[in-house]
């Protein structure tokens, strides 16, 4: 699936979080804007959002990674055309025509038929 870019989108996180299957996280608290996301800090002092149902929450307020993640956000100009490759609370993982991956926000993108350019 393709999608164009209703503006510009910019990166709020330089040091973006990254973890692994496996990993323990420290949780934190839920977002309120998109609720699927929870603050999240790994050992190594990256901290951001990511998706609760990619955690297994422990009783001790850590969680367990279910999955590898990266929370990645693209930097996009107005019209930009990105391909779509799966979406989470709100959140499509996209790719830039020079090869270049991160999310970006649903109400940002405009799906496109497969057959537009």
């Not at 309120?32 to 603050?39: I, Q, S």
């Not at 990511?50 to 930097?75: N, S, T």
Request: hydrophobic share 40%; net charge negative; glycine share 10%.
């Amino acid at each position: 699936m393709r999608a164009r870019l209703l503006g510009p989108y910019r990166s709020q996180y330089p040091n973006p979080l990254r973890f692994r299957t496996g990993q323990i996280v420290e949780l934190g608290v839920r977002d309120e804007e998109w609720p699927a996301f929870a603050w999240v800090r790994t050992d190594d002092g990256r901290a951001g959002w990511a998706p609760v149902a990619w955690l297994q929450l422990l009783d001790d307020g850590r969680a367990e990674a279910l999955r590898d993640y990266d929370a990645r956000e693209l930097d996009v100009d107005s019209g930009e055309m990105v391909k779509l490759h799966h979406e989470h609370g709100g959140w499509w993982w996209s790719e830039r025509a020079n090869g270049a991956t991160g999310w970006l926000p649903a109400r940002d993108l405009e799906l496109l038929e497969e057959n537009c350019t």
